[in-house]
């Protein structure tokens, strides 16, 4: 794995390695009989958490990453929130509000978040009606 990014912040490094680790892991779950340790993958990503350490972008990698061997484009404009550890754990978003609120601010067409983080407590009905639908395939 090659990251473009540099110098990438030890956060970023991080965050790239626990969902490298994930796929490799569990590759048969998430890509099926592909191999991705026979791939090579460069990234670049752009943080957008206030501190720009790139810790918070393991899910979004390990999104891109399957998508990449599948061979299957991620739908733009979709905003991906969520840390994940080197267990596979997608851990809770602790700022919820402010993740939604920029998102729809800058027309975001879809957000995916730990199911977690859409039941914390700081997140409160919108007052008026939202220019946003939620859709579900199923």
């Known amino acids: 794995?090659?990251?473009?990014?540099?110098?990438?912040?030890?956060?970023?490094?991080?965050a790239v390695r626990c969902a490298e680790q994930n796929l490799y892991v569990r590759a048969k779950?998430?890509?099926?009989?592909?191999?991705?340790?026979a791939h090579e993958f460069s990234i670049q990503l752009r943080a957008f958490d206030s501190?720009?350490?790139?810790?918070g972008v393991g899910v979004g990698v390990l999104l891109a990453l399957c998508s990449s061997l599948l061979q299957k484009s991620l739908k733009g404009?979709?905003?991906?929130a969520g840390s994940l550890n080197i267990g596979g754990s997608i851990e809770t978003i602790?700022?919820?509000?402010?993740?939604?609120?920029i998102a729809i601010e800058t027309g975001t067409a879809a957000i995916l978040m730990p199911i977690?983080?859409?039941r914390h407590?700081?997140?409160?009905?919108?007052t008026s009606p939202p220019k946003w639908r939620h859709s579900s395939k199923n």
């Not at 407590?121 to 919108?126: A, D, E, L, R, W």
Request: net charge neutral.
């Open 29 to 37: 779950e998430l890509v099926g009989d592909r191999d991705p340790r």
């Open 51 to 55: 501190a720009k350490s790139g810790s």
């Open 121 to 126: 407590p700081t997140i409160s009905p919108p």
């Open 94 to 101: 602790s700022d919820q509000l402010s993740v939604v609120e």
């Open 1 to 14: 794995m090659k990251i473009l990014n540099q110098p990438a912040p030890p956060p970023f490094k991080e």
């Open 77 to 80: 404009g979709t905003v991906v």
């Open 116 to 118: 977690g983080s859409r």
